[in-house]
């Protein structure tokens, strides 16, 4: 299962408002950040679920169904793309954000995690840093639901008599992983 959103961002200096549309994978809680814009319109979400398709590549038979909510850039060709493959698009019910739990869940955390924290001074400034954190979302930090691990680790994960732990910071020091360091 797929679940997608938006969330947006306000920018210090130029004063925009930058929407980021994603897509998490329930299973694993892997996130795929599909792009960001100032003006998500359906011709502009359309190509993000070819993009995201292209991204899963032999994958998206893995996938039955997408968890969407019923805001006016989901149209019915973005419906009909990912039909095409053979995803069923779900649309939750109006004005019931918890249905898209997942995706909700990922907006809370990014925004007590990254941008309650940082100011967002541009567009690229913020696809730079949401990198950044993506990566680290889903290659080092522990989710609960994956019994505190990553959802795609790219080094060890530590053994719990580790005695010996090295510290790297990350985004000037606003996120720490922490990674076991040679005996």
């Known amino acids: 299962m797929l679940a997608c959103d938006f969330f947006h961002v306000d920018c210090a200096v130029t004063l925009k408002r930058v929407y980021v549309f994603f897509v998490m994978e329930v299973g694993t809680r892997y996130v795929?950040?599909?792009?960001?814009?100032?003006?998500?319109?359906?011709?502009?979400?359309?190509?993000?679920?070819?993009?995201?398709?292209?991204?899963?590549?032999?994958?998206?038979?893995?996938?039955?169904?997408?968890?969407?909510?019923?805001?006016?850039?989901?149209?019915?060709?973005?419906?009909?793309?990912?039909?095409?493959?053979?995803i069923d698009v779900v649309k939750i019910p109006a004005q019931c954000p918890r249905a898209n739990c997942y995706a909700e869940r990922f907006v809370g955390t990014v925004r007590r995690e990254l941008t309650d924290r940082l100011l967002i001074i541009n567009e690229h400034h913020l696809k730079s840093v949401l990198n950044r954190y993506v990566s680290h979302y889903n290659h080092r930090r522990p989710h609960q639901?994956?019994?505190?691990?990553?959802?795609?680790?790219?080094?060890?994960?530590?053994?719990?008599?580790?005695?010996?732990?090295?510290?790297?910071?990350?985004?000037?020091?606003?996120?720490?992983?922490?990674?076991?360091?040679a005996a």
Request: proline share 8%; net charge positive.
């Open 145 to 181: 639901a994956q019994h505190h691990a990553p959802p795609r680790p790219d080094l060890p994960i530590a053994e719990p008599g580790c005695r010996s732990v090295r510290r790297r910071r990350v985004l000037g020091g606003l996120i720490n992983e922490y990674e076991p360091a």
């Open 32 to 86: 795929h950040i599909l792009g960001t814009t100032t003006n998500p319109d359906g011709r502009w979400t359309t190509q993000q679920a070819r993009n995201l398709l292209m991204v899963l590549d032999d994958r998206v038979s893995d996938f039955r169904f997408l968890i969407r909510d019923r805001a006016g850039q989901f149209t019915a060709s973005f419906d009909s793309v990912l039909a095409d493959a053979g």
